[in-house]
């Protein structure tokens, strides 16, 4: 059974605060994503990476850094949280493929609230 | 880039019901999802479907590229069925998947 697990369901941190996210994966993908999903904005993009070592910058990548140092983990780091990061993180995984990449499996989410 | 539009925002319906959720896209893609968000946010894989038909189970979902929509039909829906579905494409020479704003589904008993 394919797997995406995220260190935590839900997390509170104070503003101005170093806030890591951690995202591992169990299938041996090569891309990995990190989402941030907001009532009325949808789904957006932050960051996501398609090897060890590579990343790029999404939608809205302000405010945000990763980490991926090994394959089957995918770190996304607030350097200094504020209120306005407060929202539900998803992480998700996914192989590259013929046509593009293949299916994309999600973790089970973190909803951070930074006080 | 490639937009994708969800119809209907909202769906109210008796257990029982059959429904119909449509996913239409601005352009081509190699890769079309559809996912069922749980109680607790966690985005459930439904079909990845970049084009013909699939069925599992009472869900059902068809894909049609060349006129760029999809549909998820549920049949005999069950309060379980609650929740928001998205789909989401990864357009051509894309690397990210785009998501639409979702289609609400509510189940009444």
């Known amino acids: 059974d394919v797997k995406v697990t995220q260190s935590s369901r839900y997390l509170v941190k104070r503003t101005g605060e170093k806030v890591f996210l951690e995202c591992v994966q169990d299938m041996d993908h090569e891309n990995m994503f990190w989402y941030r999903q907001d009532p009325g904005l949808g789904l957006r993009l932050i960051y996501f990476?398609?090897?060890?070592?590579?990343?790029e910058k999404g939608d809205i990548p302000e405010g945000y850094s990763v980490s991926r140092e090994k394959k089957e983990r995918f770190s996304l780091i607030l350097e200094s949280a504020s209120t306005n990061q407060t929202s539900m993180y998803l992480c998700?995984?996914?192989?590259?493929?013929?046509?593009?990449?293949?299916?994309?499996?999600f973790g089970q989410g973190t909803r951070l609230t930074v006080v | 880039g490639i937009q994708v539009e969800q119809s209907p925002p909202d769906l109210i319906l008796q257990e029982g019901a059959n429904s119909t959720l449509r996913c239409n896209f601005s352009d081509s893609v190699n890769n079309l999802q559809w996912f069922h968000q749980n109680p607790w946010g966690q985005l459930i894989n439904l079909f990845y479907i970049p084009s013909g038909t699939k069925q599992n189970g009472r869900l059902s979902a068809t894909t049609v590229a060349t006129e760029r929509y999809s549909l998820l039909y549920i049949s005999s829906s069950q309060t379980t069925d609650s929740g928001v579905y998205f789909c989401?494409?990864?357009?051509?020479?894309?690397?990210?998947?785009?998501f639409g704003q979702g289609t609400r589904l509510t189940i009444n008993p």
């Open positions: 989401a494409v990864l357009g051509q020479g894309a690397q990210k998947l785009v």
């Open positions: 998700a995984s996914s192989a590259p493929g013929a046509r593009g990449n293949t299916e994309a499996f």
């Open positions: 990476s398609y090897d060890v070592k590579m990343k």
